[in-house]
């Protein structure tokens, strides 16, 4: 079984070193003073933010100790290949960090070890960060090592002097043939550890660190049996991760539950009527069958207002109900709440439109919804609500006048179910976002209203008829079509990025 390992995974190189920052510099405001630094290409920009937080004013890093994992041997620490150098380039003497400690390379190497042992031996590290390489090693600590071994004398194997011999003007020759290196066991006894990677060179090392067996002969394997150990990833180095997402759909009538696999394939989906019953009693009855040990993302796409993770909805008898906290405390897994109608914009605009900087999504069922799409992110504004165009009825029976919607205010509900007046009001509707937004498309869903699917080429035409247009640039209105659109665009919204 996978040991849970704490996972973030992100978009990019910058993205990884963003929220890797985030997470140390978390860790110093709680107290972490100690703290362990690789080298390596891995955590420069995590290096950057901390620069970038020092010239901004943070001077805390002055003040903390610093620990490396390594050094080469037989580099002087004034040598520029060595790892003496590179953290005074990258970092110290950016931050004017005076408490460093880093295993001295030239000298002789009993005596090294030794000193570096004692130094390690009188503290414990609060927050370790470590990169990985390509065969798994941390620190360089090479495949086979023992798990129990301290501060040491190694061999670095072919394959690590190969990745590393970029830093030496591709010569392999240059390259360093041994280091010393921090123990497994020293690296173990930190409270935190923090491990970063990006890249495809580096997803079969994380799926052996997360999956493989706790074995020596894959050294960063011990790390399933740390308790407090946080993976920064990119998405190329979790391409090999089985990861799960777990989506939700709530609307006025139904919940959808679902679990999509890393490629986005739906491997478990069930819907079940809401009922009489109080959907979030409803949720917690059967969420649990859907996460499992490889879920790292939950989320929901709710009808009704959505804020922060909190839901208000009349429908549904919630009134800032705090969801994503719900899910969080739950599960501890990263989650999204999203409104079920930008949900659904987002899964048409990427499975239809993707090729359109900006779509606008307008769903026609028993309610009204809107969405916005701009450069395929969600556009929610400030209060969560931008591109909503109502929140109640078509079907005729809106009782109380202060929670119409832009759409219900035009619309003449007392005369539902007349499609001459739901397409005109459709159409006034969507050529005033048409004006204020300029979409590319426009995208109607009629899918749950039984009514005739020529009122989208009608309303195409009216829009068109009616918009001020210099350019002869026409708008095109198409027909909403992809099956469970919310629960579908909540999955791939969260799989966008690492962070919501
Ligand atoms: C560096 C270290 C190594 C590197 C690993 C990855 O102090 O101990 O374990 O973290 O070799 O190197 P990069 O980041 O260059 O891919």
């Given at each position: 079984m996978r040991k849970r390992f704490n996972l973030i995974v992100t978009n990019s190189y910058d993205e990884m070193s963003n929220a890797a920052y985030k997470e140390l510099k978390n860790e110093i405001l709680s107290g972490a003073n100690k703290i362990g630094l690789a080298t390596g290409s891995t955590p420069i920009g995590l290096y950057r933010n901390i620069v970038d937080d020092y010239i901004n004013g943070n001077n805390v890093y002055s003040s903390l100790s610093y620990y490396n994992l390594d050094e080469y041997h037989g580099?002087?620490?004034?040598?520029?290949?060595?790892y003496s150098y590179f953290m005074k380039q990258h970092l110290f003497n950016h931050i004017n960090a005076t408490k460093t400690h880093i295993p001295?390379?030239?000298?002789?190497i009993e005596k090294s070890i030794r000193e570096y042992q004692d130094i390690l031996d009188s503290i414990q590290i609060d927050v370790q960060v470590l990169g990985i390489g390509v065969n798994g090693h941390i620190g360089f600590n090479e495949p086979s090592t023992p798990f129990d071994i301290k501060t040491n004398y190694v061999k670095l194997k072919n394959n690590t002097r190969e990745a590393n011999k970029r830093f030496f003007d591709n010569d392999i020759d240059a390259v360093p043939k041994n280091a010393i290196t921090m123990g497994i066991s020293d690296i173990m006894k930190a409270k935190k550890i923090i491990i970063l990677a990006n890249g495809e060179s580096k997803a079969t090392a994380i799926y052996n660190m997360i999956?493989?067996?706790?074995d020596p002969l894959n050294p960063a394997s011990v790390l399933q049996n740390h308790p407090n150990v946080t993976v920064v990833i990119d998405r190329n180095a979790a391409s090999k991760l089985p990861l799960k997402t777990v989506a939700i759909d709530i609307s006025s009538t139904r919940v959808k539950f679902a679990r999509y696999d890393h490629n986005m394939k739906r491997e478990m989906f069930e819907i079940h009527d809401i009922a009489n019953r109080n959907p979030i009693e409803l949720l917690d009855e059967n969420i649990c069958d859907y996460v499992d040990e490889d879920t790292y993302r939950i989320g929901a796409s709710v009808s009704g207002h959505v804020f922060k993770g909190c839901v208000s909805s009349k429908k549904l008898g919630l009134y800032k109900y705090d969801l994503s906290g719900y899910l969080k405390n739950k599960f501890n897994l990263e989650t999204k709440i999203l409104n079920r109608a930008n949900a659904a914009g987002y899964a048409e605009h990427i499975t239809n439109h993707k090729d359109n900087v900006s779509s606008y999504y307008f769903s026609l069922a028993t309610g009204v919804g809107g969405g916005f799409v701009f450069r395929d992110e969600i556009i929610e504004g400030r209060r969560g609500v931008a591109g909503e165009l109502g929140n109640l009825i078509v079907d005729g029976v809106c009782k109380n006048e202060s929670e119409l919607g832009a759409f219900e205010r035009t619309y003449d509900y007392n005369v539902a179910n007349d499609e001459e007046s739901l397409k005109l009001t459709s159409a006034a509707v969507i050529s005033n976002i048409v004006h204020i937004l300029d979409p590319n498309v426009v995208i109607i869903d009629?899918?749950?209203?039984?009514?005739?699917?020529?009122i989208v080429c009608d309303i195409e035409k009216i829009v068109n008829d009616n918009l001020y247009n210099s350019v002869d640039e026409k708008i095109t209105v198409h027909e909403a079509n992809v099956e469970h659109n919310s629960l579908l665009g909540l999955a791939l919204y969260m799989n966008r990025s690492g962070k919501n």
């Amino acid at each position: 079984m996978r040991k849970r390992f704490n996972l973030i995974v992100t978009n990019s190189y910058d993205e990884m070193s963003n929220a890797a920052y985030k997470e140390l510099k978390n860790e110093i405001l709680s107290g972490a003073n100690k703290i362990g630094l690789a080298t390596g290409s891995t955590p420069i920009g995590l290096y950057r933010n901390i620069v970038d937080d020092y010239i901004n004013g943070n001077n805390v890093y002055s003040s903390l100790s610093y620990y490396n994992l390594d050094e080469y041997h037989g580099l002087e620490a004034s040598h520029p290949q060595s790892y003496s150098y590179f953290m005074k380039q990258h970092l110290f003497n950016h931050i004017n960090a005076t408490k460093t400690h880093i295993p001295d390379g030239a000298c002789d190497i009993e005596k090294s070890i030794r000193e570096y042992q004692d130094i390690l031996d009188s503290i414990q590290i609060d927050v370790q960060v470590l990169g990985i390489g390509v065969n798994g090693h941390i620190g360089f600590n090479e495949p086979s090592t023992p798990f129990d071994i301290k501060t040491n004398y190694v061999k670095l194997k072919n394959n690590t002097r190969e990745a590393n011999k970029r830093f030496f003007d591709n010569d392999i020759d240059a390259v360093p043939k041994n280091a010393i290196t921090m123990g497994i066991s020293d690296i173990m006894k930190a409270k935190k550890i923090i491990i970063l990677a990006n890249g495809e060179s580096k997803a079969t090392a994380i799926y052996n660190m997360i999956y493989g067996e706790i074995d020596p002969l894959n050294p960063a394997s011990v790390l399933q049996n740390h308790p407090n150990v946080t993976v920064v990833i990119d998405r190329n180095a979790a391409s090999k991760l089985p990861l799960k997402t777990v989506a939700i759909d709530i609307s006025s009538t139904r919940v959808k539950f679902a679990r999509y696999d890393h490629n986005m394939k739906r491997e478990m989906f069930e819907i079940h009527d809401i009922a009489n019953r109080n959907p979030i009693e409803l949720l917690d009855e059967n969420i649990c069958d859907y996460v499992d040990e490889d879920t790292y993302r939950i989320g929901a796409s709710v009808s009704g207002h959505v804020f922060k993770g909190c839901v208000s909805s009349k429908k549904l008898g919630l009134y800032k109900y705090d969801l994503s906290g719900y899910l969080k405390n739950k599960f501890n897994l990263e989650t999204k709440i999203l409104n079920r109608a930008n949900a659904a914009g987002y899964a048409e605009h990427i499975t239809n439109h993707k090729d359109n900087v900006s779509s606008y999504y307008f769903s026609l069922a028993t309610g009204v919804g809107g969405g916005f799409v701009f450069r395929d992110e969600i556009i929610e504004g400030r209060r969560g609500v931008a591109g909503e165009l109502g929140n109640l009825i078509v079907d005729g029976v809106c009782k109380n006048e202060s929670e119409l919607g832009a759409f219900e205010r035009t619309y003449d509900y007392n005369v539902a179910n007349d499609e001459e007046s739901l397409k005109l009001t459709s159409a006034a509707v969507i050529s005033n976002i048409v004006h204020i937004l300029d979409p590319n498309v426009v995208i109607i869903d009629i899918k749950h209203l039984n009514i005739n699917p020529n009122i989208v080429c009608d309303i195409e035409k009216i829009v068109n008829d009616n918009l001020y247009n210099s350019v002869d640039e026409k708008i095109t209105v198409h027909e909403a079509n992809v099956e469970h659109n919310s629960l579908l665009g909540l999955a791939l919204y969260m799989n966008r990025s690492g962070k919501n």
